[in-house]
């Protein structure tokens, strides 16, 4: 014996947590699972279908793989467009920010209320926003000669849904880059200031690497968040014109519901899953791995 | 070359308009010559950080001029001042090298990339840390971060003058000798103003050549460490420097003689025309007060302390505790024995200020 108390008694406080996470989460995971490789007729009753679903879903010739992969590549660039607008924009709004003061808290309190807003109400809000005759956003741009149409032009859509998401999410980037800017300590600002520094490499060399553990957690929260977009652009435009806006779960949601095919939607979803894991693990990896170089 | 000259500067905080003003600095008029090492010394709250921060430029004072030669930079701001600055905690460039950190005042100034290279070499040589040059900042010891940001302030060779804001406070005790005997050196080798801010009487007394003892807002005595130790201008002095601190007891003084209760003793010198209002003081080191079996003065023994290298007796002088050193001679010590006082060593102090006598 190493002298330690073995006590069974920790198992009382884990076993509830451990019912919870099952109901909550392992047993509906399985269940897609268990859709995924079966197929089915209606009237509950289901068949077996091996992995014909994902082979037909990753297949670029097949009808399913040219639909799957155009919403993953729409889903990415929607992605990535949305989350570089929202973290430049939310690192330069933070700097802006006043420090101290009364000036605070109301600036806060402003940048954060669209993120009290829930999904569909952003959707609803951007709908009549961006319509053109009645939306202010919409006859705008109409008004001024532009070609601006939600239900008409992809590009009007594009530009609205990103805008939207940037309107919507940029708040998060500010209030966690404010945060990290917040935790520089005076002495930093001063040191640089006698050392001639200019205010690039102030933001270059003081700031910037500061920031780079709250952008970590900021691009990795948004990008999950962004790669899952649903409500939104199902409210703004329904995921037209054509296809231009069907980003993965809107499909996700036309197959497995509006087609009843369950067993595509679930292999579908699994994959989907899958892809934000790999993109997180491998995104947050290589960020850590970078930050251990740094330090050797 | 510079001169720090301060023409009755001042701070006090905005106050409510007919209050007493409550000056965090009180008015303080003195020059700093080149190449000398000063330390601002004192306990919290004494005035010494916003005096630094007044050098640095980070508060405006808000009386009097600030004169580096003849320039007034009273209200300039920090990066025009010249200054250098070392901070309580490491503050160095993560992202870059060593050498890049210590480059990065010089690259700023648009200095030869030659020129740049050999003050670098030079200022890592200084202070051991050539070996660490490749290296990226953010990976090293806090020690060594503090090395940086030290090298950093050295590096810029026409300064008109190098701030130490308490730098060695996250110093390893066992480095601390080390870094501030190198300062030292350092300090010696460049040839340059340098202010140190400290609440460490050890740090300041080996650092500095000129001591600037702060308390209340004031700058109690301007001094060399000797002049500190053996001639202390205010009572506040003789407690704050030296360890323990200075024995002060009410007397009563007439010519060369006091008389602490009902002893009377003699002094180095005369004193013929103390007011006769205000309280009157003696005061000895402990350094200069030996128990002794006779002679001198009796006294009751309260406790014994034995440092090792030497043993301080707490005793009670009429009923006012003083400190005496025991000679090692002295074996057996009972609770009653005696004090001798070195007679030029006892001084007199008139309300806490220290009143000079007639040589006899």
């Known amino acids: ?296 | 070359m510079t001169r720090i000259t301060f023409d009755n500067v001042a701070h006090a905080y905005p106050s409510a308009p007919g209050a007493k003003v409550d000056y965090a600095l009180k008015p303080f008029r003195h020059v700093w010559e080149h190449g000398l090492a000063y330390a601002l010394l004192g306990p919290s709250g004494c005035g010494k950080t916003t005096l630094l921060n007044i050098i640095s430029g980070l508060i405006i004072p808000s009386e009097g001029r600030l004169m580096f030669d003849d320039r007034d930079v009273t209200r300039l701001p920090t990066e025009q001042r010249n200054i250098a600055q070392v901070f309580q905690f490491p503050v160095v460039y993560d992202t870059m090298t060593v050498a890049e950190n210590l480059a990065f005042p010089l690259r700023n100034r648009k200095m030869p990339k030659a020129a740049i290279a050999s003050r670098v070499t030079e200022i890592a040589a200084l202070l051991e840390l050539t070996a660490d040059l490749k290296r990226r900042a953010r990976g090293l010891t806090a020690d060594a971060k503090q090395k940086i940001s030290l090298g950093r302030g050295l590096v810029r060779a026409d300064v008109s003058a190098v701030l130490f804001d308490e730098p060695l406070t996250v110093i390893d005790p066992a480095l601390k000798w080390e870094l501030r005997s190198k300062l030292k050196a350092v300090h010696r080798a460049l040839d340059l103003l340098m202010i140190y801010v400290t609440h460490d009487q050890t740090e300041a007394l080996t650092f500095a050549d000129r001591v600037v003892v702060m308390n209340e807002g004031r700058a109690v005595q301007i001094g060399t460490p000797e002049e500190l130790f053996e001639r202390p201008d205010h009572t506040f002095v003789g407690y704050f420097i030296g360890s323990p601190g200075m024995n002060f007891f009410p007397a009563k003084v007439s010519g060369a003689r006091a008389v602490i209760g009902e002893h009377e003793v003699a002094l180095g010198a005369a004193y013929p025309d103390l007011p006769v209002d205000g309280m009157l003081q003696v005061g000895i080191r402990p350094d200069f007060v030996t128990l002794a079996q006779s002679g001198g003065v009796p006294v009751q023994v309260k406790k014994i302390d034995d440092l090792g290298r030497k043993r301080l007796a707490h005793v009670s002088l009429g009923g006012v505790p003083m400190v005496a050193m025991v000679p090692d001679s002295m074996q057996s010590i009972g609770p009653e024995s005696r004090v001798l006082m070195a007679p030029e060593r006892l001084l007199v102090y008139h309300n806490d200020v220290r009143v000079e006598g007639m040589a006899l």
């Open chain 1, 1 to 296: 014996m190493n002298g330690k108390t073995w006590n069974n008694r920790a198992w009382f406080f884990v076993l509830p947590v451990l019912c919870f996470v099952l109901f909550s989460a392992v047993l509906p995971v399985m269940t897609v699972v268990n859709y995924s490789v079966q197929d089915t007729m209606g009237a509950n009753s289901f068949f077996w279908n091996g992995d014909a679903w994902f082979r037909d879903l990753l297949d670029p010739n097949s009808d399913a793989g040219v639909r799957f992969s155009g919403a993953l590549v729409r889903t990415f660039a929607f992605s990535i467009t949305a989350v570089s607008l929202e973290v430049v924009l939310g690192i330069a709004i933070a700097l802006c920010l006043p420090r101290k003061g009364w000036s605070v808290g109301a600036s806060l309190i402003v940048i954060a209320l669209p993120m009290l807003i829930p999904w569909n109400v952003v959707g609803t809000i951007w709908q009549i926003f961006s319509r053109s005759d009645i939306g202010l956003f919409g006859a705008a741009l109409t008004g001024m000669g532009l070609n601006y149409n939600v239900t008409q032009e992809p590009v009007s859509a594009w530009v609205t849904i990103v805008v939207l998401d940037v309107w919507h999410w940029t708040p998060l980037v500010i209030l966690l880059s404010y945060a990290g800017l917040q935790a520089i300590p005076d002495a930093y600002y001063q040191a640089a200031r006698i050392d001639g520094a200019s205010r690039w490499s102030v933001f270059k060399n003081v700031e910037l690497p500061k920031l780079h553990k709250v952008l970590v957690i900021a691009i990795l929260l948004r990008f999950m968040q962004s790669f899952m977009i649903y409500a939104e652009p199902v409210v703004v435009t329904g995921g037209g014109p054509g296809n231009a806006t069907t980003f993965l779960s809107i499909d996700l949601v036309k197959i497995a519901i509006g087609e009843v095919d369950v067993g595509r939607g679930a292999a579908m979803s699994l994959i989907y899953y899958l892809i934000i894991l790999t993109v997180c693990y491998v995104f947050y990896t290589i960020m850590t791995q970078l930050e251990r170089r740094r330090d050797g």
